[in-house]
């Protein structure tokens, strides 16, 4: 599985964006879909996923009512929108691929190259 992230860019606090992560390959229903993050000198860290069929997700602390996943089987597509965006959401957003649903960053198994998201105050 290829995964290909799009949709970050440079928006100021409070706006919106919607990333997008298009996966290569037939198997993409049978993956659990993630979202990580990385800031300059941080780790990686979670942000939310979302399970095979799209019914079940989770999401960090710091982005819950701020942020949804979703997914789209048919496109081969994960989404994630964004909203109310804070100078600290900053950073190379990632989108993974694992074979369940897990918080685990060493349980994905595919990862896209990433997307800079810039939040300015």
């Known amino acids: 599985v290829q995964l290909q992230a799009s949709g970050g860019g440079l928006v100021q606090a409070g706006g919106s964006l919607r990333l997008s992560c298009v996966a290569s390959?037939?198997?993409?229903?049978?993956?659990?879909m993630g979202w990580f993050r990385q800031a300059p000198g941080k780790e990686r860290e979670f942000v939310a996923n979302?399970?095979?069929?799209?019914?079940?997700?989770y999401y960090a602390d710091s982005v819950k009512g701020r942020i949804t996943i979703s997914r789209d089987n048919a496109k081969n597509t994960v989404y994630l929108q964004m909203n109310s965006l804070k100078p600290e959401d900053t950073a190379v957003y990632y989108c993974?691929?694992?074979?369940?649903?897990?918080?685990?960053?060493?349980?994905?198994?595919?990862w896209g190259q990433g997307t800079q998201v810039t939040v300015s105050s």
């Open positions: 979302i399970n095979w069929s799209g019914f079940r997700s």
């Open positions: 390959g037939r198997t993409f229903s049978s993956y659990a």
């Open positions: 993974a691929a694992a074979a369940r649903t897990t918080q685990a960053t060493d349980e994905y198994v595919y």
